[in-house]
T-cell receptor, first 110, second 113 residues
Framework: GENVEQHPSTLSVQEGDSAVIKCTYS??????FPWYKQELGKRPQLIID?????GEKKDQRIAVTLNKTAKHFSLHITETQPEDSAVYFC?????????FGSGTKLNVKP | NAGVTQTPKFQVLKTGQSMTLQCAQD?????MYWYRQDPGMGLRLIYY???????DKGEVPNGYNVSRLNKREFSLRLESAAPSQTSVYFC????????????FGDGTRLSIL
């Protein structure tokens, strides 16, 4: 089955710096890669996603890149702000499976 | 649109008691999911329903049962609660199964004494 590994488990950055979270997957059939943000005590919410026919996608300060050959994808957050502090989960899926990574706790220091 | 609604939001049970967690979505989604999230941990899939009339086991199904009552509703039942089932339970739905974004409810915080 699929195995999604997410690194790092914790990440601390200074406000204004960039943050990068990486995920690797094992199933070459995976073709959809969403990222979720979960604030403390709240529900996970989709922040950006990418499909396998695209190499990069941007939405304001966040971007996701996908390397299908190497089977890894990354979340990039630029100009981080204290409100970006949360746990971020990656996921990989195809038509009949959906797997989450173990999460990255991002702390943005003011 | 309310999205995904879970009830109750909080519950305390004694060991051995039974409990049904309710979930309803108003987005006309075909697929629904139940996850548990332990403190500081990721999301673990308990059961899912790819479409109305079907249910399948996820990663951690032991001690749980589910019912897909209709397209809108997907319930999770604990027949004999155990302290190890203390967790936050999230229900989610997606338009189709697999490669579509999942929309989560606010969660049910369940404590078993």
């Amino acid at each position: 089955g699929e195995n999604v590994e997410q690194h790092p488990s914790t990440l601390s950055v200074q406000e204004g710096d960039s943050a990068v979270i990486k995920c690797t997957y094992s199933d070459s059939a995976s073709n959809y890669f969403p990222w979720y943000k979960q604030e403390l005590g709240k529900r996970p919410q989709l922040i950006i996603d990418i499909r396998s026919n695209v190499g990069e996608k941007k939405d304001q300060r966040i971007a996701v890149t996908l390397n299908k050959t190497a089977k890894h994808f990354s979340l990039h957050i630029t100009e981080t702000q204290p409100e970006d502090s949360a746990v971020y989960f990656c996921a990989a899926s195809n038509f009949n499976k959906f797997y989450f990574g173990s999460g990255t706790k991002l702390n943005v220091k003011p | 649109n309310a999205g995904v609604t879970q009830t109750p939001k909080f519950q305390v049970l004694k060991t051995g008691q039974s409990m049904t967690l309710q979930c309803a979505q108003d987005m006309n989604h075909n697929s629904m999911y139940w996850y548990r999230q332990d403190p500081g941990m990721g999301l673990r899939l308990i059961y899912y329903s790819a479409s109305e009339g079907t249910t399948d086991k996820g990663e951690v199904p032991n001690g749980y049962n589910v019912s897909r009552l209709n397209k809108r509703e997907f319930s999770l039942r604990l027949e004999s609660a155990a302290p190890s089932q203390t967790s936050v339970y999230f229900c989610a739905s997606s338009e189709t199964f697999g490669n579509q974004p999942q929309h989560f409810g606010d969660g049910t915080r369940l404590s078993i004494l």
